[in-house]
C-alpha cells in the first residue's frame, strides 16, 4: 500500500514536472522533478527531462550526469544524441565518440543521423585532425545544403586554419538561413491559436536555438578582422 502511494505520487509529480518544462518554468519544474525521483523507486524518465531543464539553466555537468543515469533506465535515441553533444563541448570527446557510435548503431532516422554526423565533424575539429573534419562537414553540406549548423562548423574550422574570406562566407551562409528558419517558425508560433505543451515546447526550443545560432554566429562575424 505505501509502495503504491508513492509510485502513484511520483508519477503524478513527474506529469506536472514534464508540464512545467514544456511550459518554460524550468526552475519549477526541476524542483517538481526532484520530488518526483525523491519518491520513485526507480525513475527512469524523470531523470531525462531534469537533464533537459539543467540544460536550460546551463548546467552542462549535472544534465550530463543525469543522461549517463537514463543509459540503464530510458535509453532513447535523444539520450546518445544529448550525452555526445554535452560531452564534445565540455572537451570530452571520449565519451562522445562512444555515444556517436552507440547513436549510429540503433540506425535512427534521417535527421538524426545528420545530427550525429555533425557531432563527429566537431569531434574532429576539437582533436584537431582538421582533414578528417572537412571530409565530413564538406559530405554532409553536399547531402544537407540548408544545415545551418554545419557551416557554422567549417566556418569555424577555416578560422582556426586562417581562411578568414572562407570563413566569412559560411559564417554568412548560416546567417541567412537562421533567420530563414527563425522567421518561419516564429510566424507559425504566432499564426496558431492551439498548441499542445509538447507542441508549444518544441516551437519554442527550436526558436531558442536558432537566437543562440544567430548570436554565436555575429559574434563570430564581428570577430574576423
Same mark, same amino acid.
Given at each position: ?84 553533444? &554535452? /560531452?564534445?563541448?565540455?572537451? +570530452?570527446?571520449?565519451? %562522445? ?5 552507440? =547513436? @549510429?548503431?540503433?540506425? #535512427? *532516422? ?12 566537431? &569531434? /574532429?575539429?576539437?582533436?584537431? +585532425?582538421?582533414?578528417? %573534419? ?5 559530405? =554532409? @553540406?553536399?547531402?544537407? #545544403? *540548408? ?12 578560422? &582556426? ?15 541567412? =538561413? ?48
Amino acid at each position: 500500500s505505501v509502495i503504491a502511494v508513492r509510485d502513484y505520487s511520483a508519477d503524478f509529480l513527474f506529469q506536472a514536472g514534464l508540464r512545467q518544462l514544456q511550459l518554460g518554468q524550468t526552475n519549477l519544474a526541476i524542483e517538481t522533478l526532484n520530488r518526483s525521483i525523491a519518491l520513485d523507486f526507480c525513475p527512469r524518465q524523470a531523470y531525462y527531462y531534469r537533464a533537459m531543464g539543467e540544460l536550460q539553466q546551463g548546467k552542462y555537468k549535472d544534465a550530463l550526469a543525469d543522461l549517463k543515469r537514463c543509459r540503464t533506465r530510458f535509453v532513447t535515441e535523444q539520450v546518445y544524441l544529448n550525452i555526445a553533444n &554535452i /560531452a564534445v563541448n565540455l572537451g +570530452d570527446t571520449k565519451t %562522445a565518440k562512444e555515444n556517436v557510435a552507440l =547513436l @549510429l548503431a540503433t540506425h #535512427p *532516422d534521417k535527421d538524426t543521423v545528420r545530427q550525429a554526423h555533425y557531432l563527429e565533424g566537431i &569531434i /574532429a575539429i576539437r582533436e584537431k +585532425d582538421y582533414q578528417k %573534419a572537412r571530409d565530413i562537414l564538406n559530405a =554532409l @553540406l553536399k547531402e544537407s #545544403p *540548408d544545415f545551418e549548423r554545419a557551416y557554422i562548423a567549417r566556418g569555424d574550422l577555416y578560422r &582556426i586554419q586562417g581562411y578568414t574570406e572562407t570563413a566569412r562566407k559560411d559564417y554568412e551562409k548560416a546567417l541567412v =538561413l537562421i533567420e530563414k528558419k527563425l522567421s518561419h517558425t516564429q510566424k507559425k508560433l504566432s499564426s496558431t491559436t492551439r498548441f499542445t505543451a509538447e507542441e508549444y515546447s518544441r516551437l519554442r526550443s527550436e526558436i531558442n536555438l536558432l537566437q543562440q545560432e544567430k548570436k554565436a554566429v555575429e559574434a563570430s562575424l564581428s570577430r574576423l578582422p
